[in-house]
Structures are given as C-alpha cells and as structure tokens.
C-alpha cells in the first residue's frame, strides 16, 4: 500500500498541541491527541497508522513533541499493541513554539539522519481524517510534486462556506496534480467564503505539508531573510541556524537558549506565505481538524430535536444540545443549543457558540493552580493503565490495569508505603528480593524503602486496587532500578 | 424557651418526602430532609430543633417515616451528637400516601399514647423555617387557638405575588390572633396573585397544622363521610378507622393492608378544606418550602450577571445562571438562565423555568433502574459515615470514617473478604474473638464469614479505606451479632 518514491520518506508528526480547546476531556498530560473518543484508537495513533499507509515499513517516524509531555506521550505509544514495538525517533521542542520552530527543528534533524533530499511529510498529531486509497494518492501526489523543491501543502475541496479554516487560492492557470498557490487567506467571514466556495479553486487548508528536508530549511531562510515584518519575528531569523545545532547536538545550551526565546510562529506565516515555490495537492477526502467540543457531535446522529446524548446520560426536552459523558451519569432538562461534557472529576457546561472560547475556562483554572488542567483521572502505561479513585491528605486510592506479560519497573519510594489488593488476575509481586503470588481477594504491602515490583504473569488482565499512605504522595517519588520499557 | 401550656404536646414530624424534587441532591435514601446544604444541620434536624423550641424537654417528638427510609433516617439522627441520645417515637407508615393517612396514623398513635386532647404540631421535615422568638410565638399562638378543638393552620403574609403556593383566606370579620379560614386555594396565577396580596387577608399556606389529637381524627371522619367526591377518594372513608388499628397493633395485616390501598390524599383536601372549624395564625417568620432547586439560590448573593458559584466551581460570562457543586469542579461558560447541580455520581443540567420538572429526570431513571435515584454516596450512621469511592465488578472502595469512642456492629458477611487500610486514627480490630490495634498506614484482612468489629477508641476521628472483595456487595449481606446503637 506504500508509495513507491525514489527519494527516502519520513513522517513528522506535531504533537506538541496542549488541547485546551478540547478541556475537560483533554488536560496538559493528556491532550486532544492522546485522546480515544473518536474511536478505538487515539487520534495521534489514527495518525501514526495514516502516515504508514504512505511512507511504508521502510520509511522513518518522528514525533515532535515538548520535554514536559514526551514521557506521557511516550507511555501512550507504549502502551499500544503495534506502535509500542516500533522504533519511533522522539524530537525534543525546548519549547512550544508553533509549528515553524518545531518543523525547522524536524527538517534539520531529517536532514543529518538522512540528506536534505529526504521528503518529509508533515502530519498534525490531533485531527480526523479518512485513510485508505484516497488519502494515500493525495500524499503520493505531494510526495512526488515535492521533488523540485517545492512546498506542497494539502487542501480539501469545501463543501460548504465555512468560516472557520484558512483558505489556500490555487492557481487557475495550471492544470497540474499540484497547481501552485497564489496566496494563503485567513479566516474569512460567510460572504467572502461562499465566494470562494463558488468560484472552486479556493480550498480549505489542512495545515499538512509535504516538502523535501532542504527546501524547508532554505525557504524558511530565505523568507526570514526577507521578512516584511521584521520586528514582529526579528528573534526568528536565527531559526534556522538554531534548529541545524539542536539537530547536530540536543544538548547544546546555547541553541537551548536561543530556542526558547523564538517568537511563536506557524509556519505558514513564517514560509508559506512569502515563498514562491508553494503548490497544494487538491481533494476530497473526510477531514476534520477537531477544533472544538462540537467535533464530538460528528459520532452520533441527534435526534428530532436536534439532540444528542452520549454515554451514560439522559435528556428530556433539549434542543440542539449535546450531552457527552465519559462514565458519570448526566442529565439535562430543557436545555437550548447547549453542551455538557463530563469527566469523572471535572464537568463543562457551556453555550454552543461559546465553544471555541473554552481556552477562557482553562486560563482561568490555570490561574488558581487547578490539577484539573493538568492530569486526566486514568493514565496509560506501557503495562496497562492506572486511574485515580480518591487522593485526600495523607493517602490516595488508585485501580491498576497490568496487561498480560507485562509488568511495571522494579521500584521504591521513599515517602510512602502501599497495600495491593488484587481484584481480577494473579499478581506476581516482588518485594525485597522475595516473590509472592496474590490471589483474588488477597493483598500484600509494599513498606517504606521496599524495593517492589508488580507483574502478571497470567493470560488474562490483573486488575488491583492500591491504597497509598504518606505524607508524600507525587509521581515523582518512585525510583526505578529496572525496567522492561527502558524508561 | 418552651411554650407554657396545660395540654400535652407532641411534635409529629412528617419524613416520608422522596425528595424527588432536589434529584441529584437527593435520593431516595437520602431525600432533601437529610441534606446538609442549607447550613450545619440538616432539614431534619432543624426540624426537630425547632419543634424542640415550642414543646420544650417535656414534649413528645414523634416522625413519621416509611419503611423503606426508617433505617437510613435513625442512622442519620443517631448520628446527630443531640438528637442520637434523644428518644424519639418511630411512626412506621405502611405506604407512602401523602399527609392525611400519615396525620391519621399520628393522631391515633398520640391518642392511644396519651389522650384525645393531647395537641399535635404537624410540621414538615423538608422546609426551611427561621427559629427564634417569632417562631416560638407563633406556634404558642397555634397551640392556644387549637384547645377549643380547631384545625389550625399557619398563614405566611405573603411579601410578593407568588405562583407557587396555596394560599389561606382568612374571615375578614375576625380580629382574633387566629381568625377562621374562609377558604383554601390553589397555586394562583400572577394575576389572582397579585390581588391576593392586595387585600391582605390572604396568606401562603405553610403546610403546619396544629390540632388536638381527637380534632384531627373526628374532623377527618366528618369530612370523609360528606366527602363530596366519593367516588375518587371512595377507599379513604376507612382511613380513620384504619389508623386507630395501626395505632393499637401496628402488626395488624388487615390493617396494614388496607392502608396500602388508601387513595394518596393531602390533608388540606382530605378535611381542611371541608371542615368547618379550621383556622390561621398568620405570620412573619422567613419561610421557604424548598420546593426545588432553586431555592440553593437563598444561600449566596449573585454577582452582577444574576450568576452564583456556589462549591469549586468557575464561570465566565454566564447570566442568571446558578453553578452548584459539591466538591467536583464544574465550569459554566456563556450560560443564560440555567442550573448545574452536580454530585460525586450525577449532574443535572436545567432551564432555570424546569426546575419544576426535576421529577421527569427522576421518573425517566426510575423506568431504567438507575441506582443513582437510590443512593447518594455517602451515608450517615451512628458511629460516623462512610462513602462509596467506587465499585466494579466483584468489589468496592470505601472510605469509612469512625468518631471517637464509636464502634460499628459486630457482624459477618458470607459474600466478601474485606481489607481496611489506616489512614489517619488508631484502629480497634476485633478479628474472630482476636483484637489488634492498627495504626496509620496499616492494615488487616477479614476473611469471609469471619466476625468482625471495628471500633475507636481513641479521641481523634478513625479514617480506614475499605476494599471489599467478593461475588456479591450488597448492603444486606450484613449479619449484626451486637450493635451499641440496637439497630
């Protein structure tokens, strides 16, 4: 199924997005892309497999992403049955800094793996879109009108006068796969886009681009170079010199540094906007960029009155409202174009032409030093997962999920002692060098200092209830002296 | 404090309310009169302490209850450091069947108890009412106006045109402190409403009753032998008959079979509003029926937008909106006339002018088996609480709090192993005749069948995490061998 090109591919997938929009189903360890709500996959897993399908088993797959999300991430690629044994190169942003930075940083490392006639194909980790034939002819279509050097970015034919994309104009004079772009536009207003619907050579951008590693680099130098607003990005010309370091030597402090303090910029204001060598590769596959909550409503038909209910809820006499729940039992009544969506410990309510504005709720949490930001109630492990029950002073009460064969790291804390009641399974648990099997409804403890380690050695899932006391309590008092994921 | 008066005086509390209103706040084993969200005490609570104000310690305190709620009831009062050592008489109602059966049972039971002119304070168990002087004088006033053998009710001065209650007409012609009711009438439109408290001798009908014993029963005999629509209430014509059996053998089946089978019927229809000898005390107390939701709004000014954020809540750009929580976060964000009332286990989300219609919620997850119309998560008992952290299949997690010097039974269950963990206290455990004192971060293991005790001696609160183990978790796989609280 993977293209055939002369030239060597590499998938770049951006997954340093920090999902406040998508709050409070995602949180900063556990954003939009980590997400499974759209299926049984994860969107940056559904991304993995669609970069797949095109660059095949011989091409390359990297993953940017920032320092303080890449061990989660990494645990969420574990985790899964295929992509947790596939060699994936993690590129370390020292900071968010939008998608120029990041993808210069991912072109300069391509380009010292490999040449800078390496095609990279650059793929957003958190939207929706369809696999199979049509998207694989779409990519290999880029790949292939990337090999003069252009830019080829990829744009989807719009079906209705939508205000909430970008729009790239394509060129009328060219009949070719890839016409070139005349110019990039911003989100337009409903007249402007229904314009452009009608007039058919405009098309929705869908932030991929396809380009060879050394035309991103010396468009992005040369658009710096001649940056018509030079204040505003003045830190940005060094990028380029910046990201050719950090691909030479991670730890080199002073591309740290200089890193840090580049201005946010996409890279289509950065490139794309001022380069002359951009074309776009036209289609029609299904697309979504899951820009709000309201993407959830693409999962379900509503009903008469315009409503849906998902999870464990119950609506009576709401209109053109959703009701999402992840678990917990929600009810709405009489409700107008409205949507609910609930976690198991944080709830959002809000009115459905306010969805693009959940970021408010999110800075306004972030202000007080709400947990509810950062963490998600379940996280997964390449073993299998745990989920908070209950933390309170002094003590916490966590559900482990080990999978089959697996097993966690040999480990101990300093600040807490732990009791493990097995629920469903056998564990095997090691404490101090001696090894116990624990039955269903048995227990063991784990004291202060114990060198520990819990396996299951069975065929079916072990699940065990941990109740932790301390007077300490964070993810971060574990000291892990072996362990089978080499984390 | 107490009012001085020759007859003897009986509160009967009336706590046979399924709260249905107030779901998610209330439950069925735990209806609104439990609730704590209205101060310190429960409505139940200042119930009994109010009543306590008017018959003073010589007083007879008696509740009415249903069997289905009776333990759940005595568990939350024994739990009240006063009212647990107070005696109070459980009157056991064979079926729910709204307040005229529940007032015949009560006044027969007075009768047997004591005497026919023993007089009766009928007051509900779910309102809230100011206590104090006012309160104390007006019920005074009730008592008095009741020796002559009146129904006498309790009329509020209405302070705005109201929809929502019944209103008392009082005889213009009387200058008594407690004239005769013209008549009774039905939730007003705003119209009629408002022309009621125009004319000033109009009142909303608060729902108390004070009445001698003997009154009440050959009141309601009179009314349900002229009872002008016999055919609806036709069952109703033993109700008298009915309750003084029950009040004689509450064993008695023929008796409690046909109670079963009386028509739900309020007093105020059943004699009240045939009777000639009824009569108001009009007064000026702050009241409030808690009819639904909305009345969570008395307990916060709302801010400039009409919003309140009551409990770990954020709203940004909501008007008239009421974001409610118990300890879960909820965000509300461009919310207009809408309530969020949320809970450890449901959340329900209103049009504020539905609040009304909470019961289509209730009635909707009745039909589906719901357990959260049943139980909220935690639950009162005499020696402290415990609250449920989560259940799966097979087990559950518990967090069980133990006051000082409390014990819980000593029992055995034969479907399930039970592990308790210490998290903050010193623990009593009494394992099959064997006692073991564990300490925080501790734990012990009751196998099943095995008797067992849990108890606190010391002076400081006992917290324990539970994990319960086993095929079936049920709240009646519980064996009781001694309980100091006689349950």
Do not use: C
Request: glycine letters at 8%.
């Amino acid at each position: 199924m993977a293209a055939q090109q002369a030239t060597s591919l590499h998938a770049v997938i951006l997954a340093g997005g920090s999902g406040t929009r998508f709050w409070p189903l995602s949180r900063e360890q556990a954003p939009k892309q980590m997400l499974k709500v759209f299926g049984p996959d994860s969107l940056l897993i559904s991304a993995l497999n669609r970069a797949e399908e095109v660059i095949g088993s011989e091409g390359k797959v990297h993953i940017v992403v920032g320092e303080s999300l890449v061990d989660e991430l990494h645990n969420h690629i574990l985790s899964h049955q295929k992509w947790g044994s596939i060699p994936i190169n993690y590129i370390i942003e020292p900071a968010a800094k939008n998608t120029a930075p990041a993808l210069a940083l991912a072109a300069a490392v391509v380009e010292v793996q490999d040449s800078p006639q390496a095609t990279i194909l650059m793929l957003p980790s958190d939207h929706l879109t369809e696999n199979g034939s049509r998207w694989v002819e779409t990519m290999t279509a880029a790949v292939e009108a990337a090999q003069d050097g252009s830019l080829v970015t990829v744009g989807l034919h719009p079906t209705a006068p939508e205000t909430g994309f970008g729009y790239i104009q394509a060129s009328i004079q060219s009949s070719s796969a890839a016409p070139e772009v005349e110019r990039f536009v911003e989100k337009p207003n409903r007249e402007t886009a229904a314009k452009y619907l009608a007039e058919g050579n405009y098309y929705w951008n869908s932030g991929m681009l396809v380009a060879q590693a050394g035309a991103i680099l010396s468009e992005l130098e040369l658009a710096q170079r001649n940056h018509p607003y030079a204040d505003a990005a003045a830190g940005n010309k060094d990028m380029v010199v910046t990201a050719k370091a950090l691909a030479q030597n991670p730890a080199d402090k002073s591309a740290i540094d200089t890193f840090i303090h580049l201005a946010k910029e996409p890279f289509d204001k950065a490139a794309l906007e001022l380069s002359a060598r951009v074309r776009v590769v036209p289609t029609a596959f299904d697309w979504s960029d899951v820009g709000s909550l309201l993407a959830l409503e693409a999962l379900q038909e509503a009903n008469e009155q315009g409503t849906r209910v998902m999870g464990q809820g119950v609506d009576v006499d709401s209109i053109n409202t959703l009701n999402y729940s992840s678990g917990r039992l929600v009810a709405t009544l009489g409700l107008t174009d409205t949507i609910v969506v609930d976690t198991e410990d944080a709830t959002l309510v809000a009115a459905k032409d306010r969805a693009q504005d959940v970021r408010l709720i999110v800075d306004e949490l972030q202000r007080r030093g709400a947990p509810e930001t950062k963490h998600s109630q379940t996280s997964l492990r390449p073993w299998g997962s745990w989920t908070m029950l209950t933390r309170g002073i002094g003590y916490q009460v966590k559900e482990i999920e080990v999978l089959p064969g697996a097993s966690l790291s040999l480990q101990r804390h300093q600040h807490r002692s732990e009791h493990w009641i097995v629920i469903e399974g056998t564990a095997q648990v090691e404490v101090d060098g001696r090894l116990h099997t624990v039955f269903p409804g048995q227990s063991t403890f784990i004291p202060v200092g114990a060198l520990h380690r819990l396996s299951n050695d069975g065929d079916t899932l072990l699940r065990v209830t941990e109740v932790a006391v301390g007077d300490y309590l964070g993810e971060d008092d574990i000291e892990r002296l072996d362990d089978k994921y080499d984390r």
